[in-house]
Nanobody, 124 residues
Framework: QVQLVESGGGSVQAGGSLRLSCAAS????????MGWFRQAPGKEREFVAA????????YYADSVKGRFTISRDNAKNTVYLQMNNLKPEDTAVYSC?????????????????WGQGTQVTVSS
């Protein structure tokens, strides 16, 4: 089992940047493919970005492509989400998630472990 703790959320104006971190503890972090998801009030959880265990392959939702970058540092047991040019529609609780096999995916139901989430608020 792996425990996940997100940090780095906050309030920014449109056009600003934030970097979210997700620190993992427990099992070997490099065994896990990681994803970032978000959920806005009254909306379903949606996929944001994902990265395979090695960091060699990444996936992005169309809505964040070109603005967000997912990365990981297996030596630090941490996955990051760099968010640039933030928009009000990016406002949500952002959560990281982990799964073992077979690869990273965009489907939240296929992730076994979740962090508690961190709030991101973007004002216009």
């Amino acid at each position: 089992q792996v425990q996940l703790v997100e940090s780095g959320g906050g309030s920014v104006q449109a056009g600003g940047s934030l970097r979210l971190s997700c620190a993992a503890s427990g099992r070997t972090f490099s065994n896990y493919h990681m994803g970032w998801f978000r959920q806005a009030p009254g909306k379903e959880r949606e996929f944001v970005a994902a990265i395979v265990w090695s960091g060699g392959t990444t996936y992005y939702a169309d809505s964040v492509k070109g603005r967000f970058t997912i990365s990981r540092d297996n030596a630090k047991n941490t996955v990051y989400l760099q968010m640039n040019n933030l928009k009000p529609e990016d406002t949500a609780v952002y959560s990281c998630a982990a799964r073992v096999f077979p690869t990273a995916t965009t489907r939240p139901t296929q992730y076994s472990y979740w962090g508690q989430g961190t709030q991101v608020t973007v004002s216009s």
